[in-house]
Every structure is written in structure tokens, then in C-alpha cells.
């Protein structure tokens, strides 16, 4: 057991920060011995969670520590035993399309599906609503790709008092938190704006994956195979991928 390290402090200040409303177990390996392993874990209280002393070698503890994650698990809405928890086979992963306004969300939609689902127009603010769509790849693999609203600043949208904006928006969240994956759509001209990150923060806050779109690209002028590189070497981009 190396101890309390400053990289152990990191991890748990970021998990207060980013994850406190959800549920977080601290299991301290390396604990063989039941009895001494208490007073090893002791010292891990100081990262403000209650340390489990576990051994992944001799299985010490381990028992606790499935407990705790089942008694949690169970906690969540509409989950009444373990036997819920089976990989549903039938579920079908879900990809979320956010950003601004006016980004192209619907265009990838479409081009995605082939086929013209949603409306597109130049007129920001054309998708008011979540719309999802199921897409068969070749292989037979199924996606559901939900196309939303464009999310703009909070700002902006309280000024603009439009409950139809603001419910929007809150479905554009709550797309992202149904989601398995989110594509986070940027537009190629456009700087990356403060508005971007805040969305990118929120996908981070949910735990989601995330691909960052680069659309429009074809509005980049003297587009050559180094252009690609020089996007992704940008100060600012840099900053939004870091
Ligand atoms: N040049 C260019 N224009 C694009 C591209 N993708 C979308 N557009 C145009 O951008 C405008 C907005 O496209 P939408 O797909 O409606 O954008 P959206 O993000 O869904 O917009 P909202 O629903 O209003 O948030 C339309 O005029 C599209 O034709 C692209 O790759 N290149
Ligand atoms: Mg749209």
C-alpha cells in the first residue's frame, strides 16, 4: 500500500467538484490483512469519503464492496432487484446531436440516415424539440440518433423569455442524459465560443462520451491535408480539446 498520494487528493477533489451528487465508494487496495488493513485505510479519511480497505489479491473486503454498489444500484428509480441489472440485449445505444444554433445538427442527422427527417433551414432555432430517430447500419446494428434544439447562452435565453426556448433546451439536457454518446457539433468558421465549452462542461458533468463534430467544414478556404492539423494545433481549439 503507497498511502495517501497527491494524485489520490486530485482525483477526489475532482470527483467532489464535478460528481457530488452521485454516489462515490473509496476502496483502498492492497489491505490484506483484515485487522491492520483498517489502520492502513485510516488515513484516506482525510479525502472527506469513508475508506473501505479491500484486497483484490486475497478478495478482503471485496465482499463490502459489492454490497455497497449493489445497495446503491438498487437505490436508482424502477430498479426493484439485481436481476435488473442484466445487459438488456433489445436496447438500442443512443447518440445525442447538441450545440449551438445554426450549427448543422439536423444536416448530420439527415446525411446520417439518408434520408431528410428533420428540418433544416438557414433560420436559427428551426428544431424545437428532441426528435429521435432510429438508424440500421449495414451490419443490422441499431442507434437511436437524437437530433436537438440549439442550446444557446443561458443568458440569451432567459432574455428572450420565450418558454418555448427554455423547454427546449431542457430537452436538449435531458437528450443528453438518455445518451450513450454525444456529438458535440462545432462550426468550422466560427470560433470556438464560450457557449461551446459550457456545453462541453455539461457533457462532461453527465459522465458521456463525447465526439466533437467539426461541421462546415467546406467553408474553409484553401483547404488543403494540412488544414486538419492546423485546426487541431489552434491555441483555442487546443484549449476546447484539452
Ligand atoms: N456550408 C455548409 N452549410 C451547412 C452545413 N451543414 C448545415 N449547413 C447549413 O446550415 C444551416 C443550418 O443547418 P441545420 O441543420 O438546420 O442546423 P441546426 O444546428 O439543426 O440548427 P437549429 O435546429 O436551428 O439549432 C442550413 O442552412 C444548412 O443548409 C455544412 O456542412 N456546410
Ligand atoms: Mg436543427
Known sequence: MAGL???????ADWLRRNF?????????????????????ALEFWSLGFTPLPISAITGTGTG???????????KFEGLEGLDDVEEDENRVPAISIVGRPNVGKSSILNALVGEDRTIVSPVSGTTR????????????????????AGIRR???????????????VKRAFSAIRRSDVV????????????QDYKIAERIEKEGKACVIVVNKWDTIPNKNNESTTHYEQDDYFCCFFG
Do not use: F, W
Open 5 to 11: 498520494v497527491a494524485a489520490d487528493i486530485e482525483i
Open 129 to 148: 424539440d428532441a426528435i429521435d430517430t432510429e438508424l440500421t447500419t449495414v451490419d443490422g446494428q441499431k442507434y437511436k440518433l437524437i437530433d436537438t
Open 154 to 168: 443561458r443568458a440569451a435565453v432567459a432574455s428572450a423569455g420565450s418558454t418555448t426556448e427554455t423547454l427546449s
Open 64 to 74: 463490502e464492496l459489492l454490497d455497497m454498489v449493489c445497495s446503491e444500484l438498487k
Open 20 to 40: 457530488s451528487h452521485k454516489c462515490i465508494i473509496l476502496a483502498v487496495n492492497k489491505c490484506e490483512s483484515p485487522r491492520k488493513g483498517q489502520m492502513q
Open 183 to 194: 456529438a458535440l457539433v462545432i462550426e468550422a468558421m466560427a470560433c470556438v465560443s464560450e
